[in-house]
C-alpha cells in the first residue's frame, strides 16, 4: 500500500539558513499534518491543512510557514534556523472521510542544523 | 505537567511474555485513543486506534480505555523481539476538529530472545 511520502530524508543546513520539506500524502487523503519530534521527545504538532487551508495551528514558529497544493502535497519552509531546530519532522495524512484522527505518518525528515 | 504521561522504560521482557504499556491523561475532552509503534528513526506507525471507552483486539494486541479513570493500556501477547520498539499513546479531542494529537512521551519496548 501506498504510504506518506517525505523529501529529503536528510537535511543538513547552517544556522541563518533555510530549508523546505516536502511531503506528498497517501493517494485520496486531502488532510496533512506536520509533527516536530526533538532528540527523546514526543512528536508536537506544528500545523494542519484540509483542502489546502490551515485547519488547525500548534506550537509552528512565526519563522516556519506551510501551505497545501492542489495536489494535496504540502510543504513547510523554515526560514533563520537555529541549532534548536534539529529535529524529525514528520508529516502525517489522512482523509476526511476517513476515521476521525486516524493519521498515517511518513519515514520523517532529519534536519541537522550546525 | 504534560496532557499525557507514558512511563519512558525501558521495559525489558523475555520472549513471549505480555507485555503491558499504559498512559494516563489529565483532558477529559479527548475521545479518540491510539497506539504507534516507532523503531528507531522511522515514523510512528499506527497500531490500533479505539473512540471511547471499551476494548479492542487486533491480533496480538489488545487496547484498553477506562475514560472514567482517563487511563489506557495496550497489552502484547506472546511478545517477539520484532516488537521491540518504542510504543506511543496518543489522543485527540473535539475542540481541536481532532486534528492535532497529543502524544506520550513513548515506552521503549525490549523483548530478549
Known amino acids: 500500500a501506498a504510504g506518506v511520502i517525505q523529501s529529503p530524508r536528510h537535511l543538513i543546513k547552517e544556522k541563518r539558513e533555510t530549508a523546505t520539506l516536502k511531503c506528498y500524502p497517501i493517494?485520496?487523503?486531502?488532510?496533512v499534518y506536520w509533527y516536530q519530534q526533538g532528540p527523546g521527545q514526543d512528536p508536537q504538532f506544528l500545523i494542519s491543512?484540509?483542502?489546502?487551508?490551515?485547519?488547525d495551528k500548534g506550537s509552528i514558529p512565526d519563522r516556519f510557514s506551510a501551505q497545501q497544493f492542489s495536489d494535496y502535497h504540502s510543504e513547510l519552509n523554515m526560514s533563520s534556523l537555529e541549532l534548536g531546530d534539529s529535529a524529525l519532522y514528520f508529516c502525517?495524512?489522512?482523509?476526511?472521510?476517513?476515521?476521525?484522527?486516524?493519521?498515517?505518518f511518513g519515514p520523517g525528515t532529519r534536519l541537522t542544523v550546525l | 505537567q504534560k496532557e499525557v504521561e507514558q512511563d519512558p522504560g525501558p521495559l525489558s521482557v523475555p520472549e513471549g511474555a505480555i507485555v503491558s504499556l499504559n498512559c494516563t491523561y489529565s483532558?477529559?475532552?479527548?475521545?479518540?485513543f491510539m497506539w504507534y509503534r516507532q523503531y528507531s528513526r522511522k515514523g510512528p506507525e499506527l497500531l490500533m486506534y479505539?473512540?471511547?471507552?471499551g476494548n479492542k483486539e487486533d491480533g496480538r494486541f489488545t487496547a484498553q480505555v477506562d475514560k472514567s479513570s482517563k487511563y489506557i493500556s495496550l497489552f502484547i501477547r506472546d511478545s517477539q523481539p520484532s516488537d521491540s520498539a518504542t510504543y506511543l499513546c496518543?489522543?485527540?479531542?473535539?475542540?481541536?476538529?481532532?486534528?492535532?494529537?497529543?502524544f506520550g512521551t513513548g515506552t521503549r519496548l525490549l523483548v530478549s530472545p
Open positions: 479505539t473512540y471511547s471507552s
Open positions: 502525517a495524512s489522512s482523509q476526511t472521510s476517513g476515521r476521525a484522527s486516524e493519521q498515517f
Open positions: 496518543a489522543m485527540s479531542a473535539e475542540n481541536t476538529g481532532f486534528q492535532k494529537l497529543v
Open positions: 493517494p485520496r487523503h486531502d488532510t
Open positions: 491543512f484540509y483542502e489546502k487551508m490551515q485547519s
Open positions: 483532558n477529559s475532552a479527548f475521545q479518540y
